[in-house]
């Protein structure tokens, strides 16, 4: 085997393939050849590095170089003054916020912060070689399991681990699978939840696309514990990049003999498909996720029966989403007890969120429970944007709540989140500053929501776009003092009616901008004012007096000819025909148009 | 069974375990308003979507409202029917439906009898807060020959799913779209005339609101009658009679034929027939057909095929035609009454009274939507005049007789009129589930046989509610199997085990509908009560058991239309008037 | 390939495989492992620091010792070159110039297997590459 002296990991999410990751490992190898150091250096595509913001990622290794936005021009000078010089190329290393490059990953205080065990293996090995897998101890967990451990001592060992399904609803997974292992009816079946449907989460895709034999090994242990000799794995077509390296890696997995029939030359037999969803938010509900399935409508059902109870065809099914079974092999190996000592009491060992909005770093990192959000934001994130004021965040996606300044210092875990009315959620986590208008931000939420609604109960179905339609209202300026009241009671009823936990969640983003944000509300509604100065229809261009010269330039920029004025006199905007482009603003040399 | 003890609004209720709130509320005398849910018990349907949460209530220790159609008891369970939460819940859903519910109730066909109007005059419901700015789905008006659906009023109560699917296995009706646009149609939103619809009309027989009604003939009906230059001539169907009182405030099984017959001279008829005389002129071609296939049977003829199916109910056709094309060899050859009795309407008594067929129309009451589509099938027409130039339903009927002005309960008993209106109790029963089979059984037997049944004609073994049913008689030392489903899910079940092989009938009489054709989709709503259903059945017996005549061989007027116009049952003028064949309809609807 | 038929099977496999990763390991964790530096600008390259390199490395893993080899630009000891940074876990890092393949042996033999002290060693000016 050939001994590299370096590796260069090249990102290969979906977001850094997209712009041009494989040009770039492309470009790497010819230079190499060129140089003659093919045999010295080693180009791996990996799965994502998170650091998603300053794309494409490029990393030297053992130095732990980190190069960013790198074009596949860039990869000659990284040959040749890094490999061969033993120099950096300074113009490629990440910024700090606060200005300086920085040498190295370890010194950026985006990843300083993190711990990695769902992401262990993203941007670390090539997803697409098993071997790399196993070097980190892949399957490690499945073969303990098979040889040493009763499927109950594993649900055992889960439960004890305290980890709580990742997708949503902070179940215990333990108990889950104690409830499929306790059913005696068979078949029985594992399902992973890939339908990651919430607005800028990926790191369900991310971990698919960087580790995917971590949630095959995950499965086939919960098989073993549960009883059940067939997973499923329900995922959105949209993830073109997860589907391919999960095929490889169930392949793989075949050929080593570690699904199929008798996996470690057990007698326990395992096998993994792949159902392709249509990419349907409410199929991230578990019933309808079964029923999407089976084929039929994507629409939820009355819970009891419970999957275990009832589930794929009417057998017994445990459903957990990707990054819960992402951080079973790692529960067998290290143990239970290693796993309960990060995070907090009762959300255990860690979370992986989408950080995205208003954020210097955008992207997806992993962070024990219990951390702050105000380290989340401002240390991992490095902060606000364009030095603009921190306003709000949004948990949980769609279904959670917006958390204000008073929430920074909020350890975050299921329970905390719950208290201060939003949720964890998948993990989502949209950053919002100064110029967010919250109204339209819950608009934004339920507009959602409304698109992704299965229609099947009236409450969700009709009463999300009442609601959608009255926000929309007050965001014109048009709605009245005693709609507010009605807007709240219509969340409350939409809640406390809705099938599932889409309709019932849904309010969710309305209320708790109401609740945190009330001015904001009556300000539009009583003033017919945008505090955040966003929504546009309550915005009004004019003119000042003492400051306009008449020099008609804005006139001839409006597009709609809402401008008048004779030349050298003072203009005039009129507000019924002003279509409130900022046409004007752009083009007056002398501060004379303002906005109110 | 274990049961369970609950506290409902401070009453306790014991139930039996897996019990509903809305189930044990009932017996304690809370009517907990629902819309969506719907439980067909004597057909095993319920329809429990948790849709509309209309019925939420509050349980003590949870976090949010309960469906009480769908949520089970547990014991210790407080439930609270009527707290300001749940009142403004279900206030506030109610209004939400309605938000995108048109609101032309005036020009409903549902007005007065609708389901969601019910709830909103019950809720006191008196406006709805940001109607003005509400936007309202829109959907395109689909019209078939039987069912006119009107999305914009679909409320998504999912029954008629629960009728196409999971009682008639016909698949036709599924929801489309997502969120606020969700409605239910056929796949790709097709017309339902592409669909594999039979036209059962289950589906508008459970619908709540106006979304699906039937197509209203009433206008041509007046049109026809109108013009002094038609000879109009009514049939009307036996289950029409048991049914049509409950419009007029009776009580199911109320039997009204003298005074429909009545009625339907004063509207202006000039001729008021009975489809039961075609029933038994049925009998004498399906039962001859019967018999001539029995016996070849018997001596060992390889290529007759068996069992023999019944052909009356034109949904059920329709569903073999698109279902099971490759078994259309099965189902008796005969004409259903209705096409029997236009088809002779149009030649015999046409010739009798002198009239060109051109100049006479022929207009069905009937139970039944599909037989709207019946009529209009091409073979039953002659140089494009239709045998049956309209039907009717025992709804449209009851509406033409209010608009009338006429208490149909004040109008005197009156027969009808001769020769097509001399009827047996064998073409009365055709209207229930069994019927058929039975009136066949009683001229099958007595032809096959030689013998005569004297008193012994009632086949109990035939009669009931299952729906499946099998029986053997005895025909004199040969054991005849009979086999009955209503329902084409029951149906279906049936076809497969002939498709297979495993059948052992000798015949099989099948009808769509829940209990024949009193539960027919053109009857009056039952709202999800079938025992209004079995009531009208025990109407049919009692009328047949009152018939002067109860075999459909001896009806005189029969026997003279065999000696006058038809010759031989089966003959070659038979063929050609009382016959058809069946077609392969599934790739045409698949493709269009 | 063959299937793997038992934990033992995955462990010796796990072995074999174990040098594909081993250097992101530990350069993951370098901070736990002999780090050493090697300067190679291009006065460096000219006076023969790219052997030095590629003799380290292998002569470290034939010795058995964990630890990290890295390129480094100019080290500022441009009059000592070549010139190598050894930093050992928890300790100051220390420059060592003028190195050769026996040099370099000597260092991996001496200072950092056994502890004891080399001739060699640069003056240090206070600062280590990262702090540049």
């Not at chain 1, 990751?21 to 180009?43: C, F, G, R």
């Not at chain 1, 203009?571 to 752009?586: F, L, M, W």
């Amino acid at each position: 085997m050939t001994r590299y002296k370096m590796h260069l990991l090249v990102c290969g999410g979906t977001g850094c393939r997209a712009s041009a990751a494989d040009s770039i490992t492309e470009s790497l190898k010819e230079s190499l050849q060129e140089h003659n150091l093919q045999d010295e250096v080693q180009v791996i595509m990996t799965g994502c590095f998170g650091f998603c913001e300053k794309g494409p990622i490029v990393k030297v290794l053992p130095d732990n170089t980190f190069y960013t936005e790198v074009k596949p021009d860039d990869t000659g000078e990284i040959v040749e003054e890094h490999l061969i010089k033993g120099r950096q190329v300074d113009r490629l290393l990440y910024e700090a916020p606060e200005g300086g490059k920085v040498k190295d990953s370890k010194h950026m205080d985006f990843y300083k912060k993190q711990i990695r065990i769902a992401l262990r293996n993203c941007g670390f090995i090539d997803p697409e070689n098993i071997d790399e897998y196993i070097a980190r101890d892949g399957y490690f967990a499945l073969g303990t399991v098979l040889s040493e451990m009763t499927p109950q001592q594993v649900i055992d060992q889960v439960k004890e681990s305290g980890l709580r399904g990742r997708g949503g609803g902070g179940f215990p997974a333990g108990l889950k699978w104690e409830f499929a292992y306790k059913n005696q009816e068979q078949p029985k079946y594992v399902v992973c939840n890939a339908d990651e449907g919430d607005p800028g989460a990926f790191m369900d895709r991310s971990i698919l696309e960087g580790d995917p034999h971590a949630v095959l090994e995950a499965m086939a242990i919960c098989g073993y514990a549960t009883g059940a000799d067939k997973g499923l794995i329900y995922i959105r077509a949209e993830y073109p990049l997860a589907i391919k390296r999960l095929k490889i890696a169930i392949e793989q997995a075949r050929e080593y003999g570690m699904l199929g029939e008798g996996v470690f030359g057990t007698d326990f037999n395992f096998d993994v498909q792949l159902r392709y969803g249509a990419g349907a938010f409410v199929c991230g509900e578990e019933t309808a996720l079964i029923h999407s399935m089976e084929g039929e409508r994507g629409e939820p059902t009355f819970k009891p029966p419970f999957p275990a109870e009832s589930g794929y065809l009417g057998k017994p099914t445990n459903v957990n989403n990707v990054e819960t079974y992402a951080n079973v092999p790692v529960i067998i190996n290290k143990g239970a007890g290693w796993f309960k000592k990060i995070g907090t009491e009762k959300s255990t060992g860690t979370k992986v969120f989408a950080l995205a909005g208003k954020v210097n770093n955008v992207g997806l990192i992993e962070v024990p429970m219990g951390t702050t959000l105000r380290e989340v934001i401002f240390e991992i994130g490095g902060g606000i944007k364009d030095g603009k004021k921190f306003k709000a965040v949004q948990t949980g996606g769609p279904s959670g709540g917006c958390l204000t300044e008073e929430h920074l210092d909020t350890p975050i875990d299921f329970d905390n989140l719950l208290a201060v009315g939003s949720m964890m959620g998948s993990g989502g986590m949209i950053v919002m500053d100064e110029d967010d208008c919250m109204v339209s931000v819950a608009k934004f939420f339920l507009e959602f929501t409304v698109e992704e609604s299965c229609g099947k109960c009236a409450p969700c179905r009709v009463g999300n776009k009442r609601l959608h339609e009255l926000l929309e209202r007050i965001t014109q300026g048009k709605a009245e003092k005693k709609d507010l009241q009605r807007l709240k009671n219509m969340c409350h009823v939409i809640a406390d009616t809705s099938l599932c936990g889409l309709g019932q969640t849904a309010p969710s983003p309305v209320l708790s901008t109401m609740e945190n944000f009330w001015n904001e509300y009556v300000a539009h509604v009583e003033d017919q004012r945008c505090p955040a100065g966003s929504c546009k229809d309550l915005m009004r261009y004019e003119i000042i007096p003492e400051n306009c010269v008449g020099c008609t330039a804005c006139a001839r920029k409006c597009p709609v000819g809402a401008i008048t004025g004779e030349r050298k006199q003072v203009h005039e905007i009129d507000q019924d025909i002003c279509i409130k482009c900022g046409a004007c603003v752009d083009a007056c040399k002398f501060d004379a148009v303002t906005i109110k | 069974m274990e049961n369970v003890k609950l506290t409902i609004d401070n009453k306790q209720v014991e139930v039996p375990k897996g019990t509903t709130i809305y189930k044990a509320a009932k017996q304690v005398g809370i009517d907990i308003p629902v819309l969506c849910y719907m439980n067909l018990e004597d057909i095993g349907i319920e329809n429990k979507p948790g849709g509309c949460r209309v019925c939420s209530v509050e349980v003590e220790g949870r976090k949010n409202l309960a469906p009480a159609c769908a949520t089970e008891v547990f014991d210790g369970m407080d439930v609270k029917t009527h707290t300001m939460r749940v009142i403004n819940a279900r206030r506030t859903v109610v209004e939400f439906i309605l938000s995108d519910h048109p609101k032309d109730c005036l020009t409903c066909k549902k007005s007065g009898n609708c389901e969601l109007q019910d709830l909103a005059v019950r809720l006191g419901i008196r406006e709805i807060p940001g109607q003005e700015y509400a936007e309202m789905s829109t959907y395109k008006t689909d019209y078939s020959p039987s069912i006119v659906r009107e999305l914009d009023k679909c409320i998504m109560c999912r029954r008629c799913e629960s009728m196409c699917n999971d009682f008639q296995t016909v698949g036709a009706l599924n929801a489309f779209n997502r969120g606020f646009d969700a409605a239910v149609a056929p796949a790709f939103e097709m017309d339902l005339q592409y669909s594999p619809c039979t036209y059962c009309g289950q589906c508008v027989a459970v619908c709540p609101t106006g979304a699906l009604t039937e197509v209203d003939h009433s206008r041509d009906l007046i049109d026809a009658i109108s013009d002094p230059n038609t000879t109009v001539v009514a049939q009307t169907a036996p289950a029409v009679r048991a049914a049509l009182g409950e419009e007029f405030g009776q009580e199911p099984g109320t039997l009204v034929t003298g005074k429909m017959v009545s009625a339907l001279r004063r509207l202006g008829f000039d001729y008021v027939f009975d489809t039961d005389f075609a029933a038994d002129l049925t009998i004498m071609e399906e039962g001859t057909e019967l018999l001539d296939r029995l016996k070849r049977h018997l001596d060992g003829d390889q290529d007759v095929k068996l069992p023999m199916l019944t052909s009356c109910c034109p949904a059920w056709v329709r569903f073999i035609e698109h279902h099971f094309p490759d078994m259309k060899d099965i189902p008796s050859s005969a004409r259903s009454p209705q096409q029997m009795f236009g088809s002779i309407a149009k030649t015999y008594f046409a010739d009798k009274i002198e009239t060109k067929r051109e100049n006479m129309v022929v207009v069905s009451i009937m139970p039944c939507l599909a037989k709207k589509y019946e009529s209009q099938r091409e073979e039953f027409s002659v140089e494009g005049n239709p045998d049956v130039d309209f039907s009717v339903s025992t709804r449209e009927l009851a509406h033409l007789i209010r608009e009338a002005n006429f208490n149909l309960m004040d109008m005197p008993e009156e027969d009808f009129d001769r020769p097509m209106g001399e009827s047996t109790g064998a073409g009365v029963i055709f209207g229930t589930t069994g019927g058929v089979i039975e009136a066949a059984t009683r001229t099958a037997y007595e032809m096959h046989t030689g013998g005569n049944l004297d008193g012994n004609i009632d086949f109990e073994q035939l009669r009931g509610f299952e729906g499946i049913r099998k029986a053997t008689v005895d025909f004199n030392g040969t054991p005849i199997n009979i086999g009955i489903a209503h329902g084409l899910g029951n149906a279906r079940k049936l076809l497969e085990a002939i498709r297979s092989g495993e059948s052992e009938f000798h015949a099989i009489e099948i009808m769509a509908c829940p209990g024949g054709c009193i539960g027919g989709g053109g009857q009056p709503l039952h709202h999800n009560d079938t025992t209004i259903l079995k009531a009208r059945q025990k109407a049919i017996y009692e009328e047949d058991k009152n018939k002067p005549i109860r075999k459909s061989h001896e009806n005189p007027e029969i026997q003279t239309l065999y000696k006058e116009f038809l010759g031989e049952a089966m003959g070659e003028k038979a063929h050609e008037l009382l016959h058809t064949n069946y077609f392969d309809i599934s790739r045409k609807i698949e493709i269009s | 390939m063959g299937k793997i038929k038992s934990l033992e099977d995955l462990k010796k496999k796990k072995q074999d495989l174990q040098k594909k990763v081993d250097l992101r390991e530990k350069a993951d964790d370098a901070e736990s492992y002999v780090q050493i530096k090697v300067g190679m600008a291009t006065s460096g390259i000219a006076s023969g620091a790219k052997e030095i390199y590629d003799f380290l490395v292998e002569a470290l893993e034939k010795r058995n010792v964990e630890a990290v080899v890295t390129q480094a630009g100019d080290m500022g000891y441009s009059y000592a070159e070549p010139t190598i940074e050894v930093t050992k876990p928890g300790e100051e890092p220390v420059v060592f110039g003028y190195v050769t393949k026996d040099k370099a042996d000597e260092i991996i033999e001496r200072y950092i297997k056994r502890g004891e002290l080399v001739d060699g060693i640069l003056p240090q000016n206070y600062r280590t590459i990262d702090e540049e």
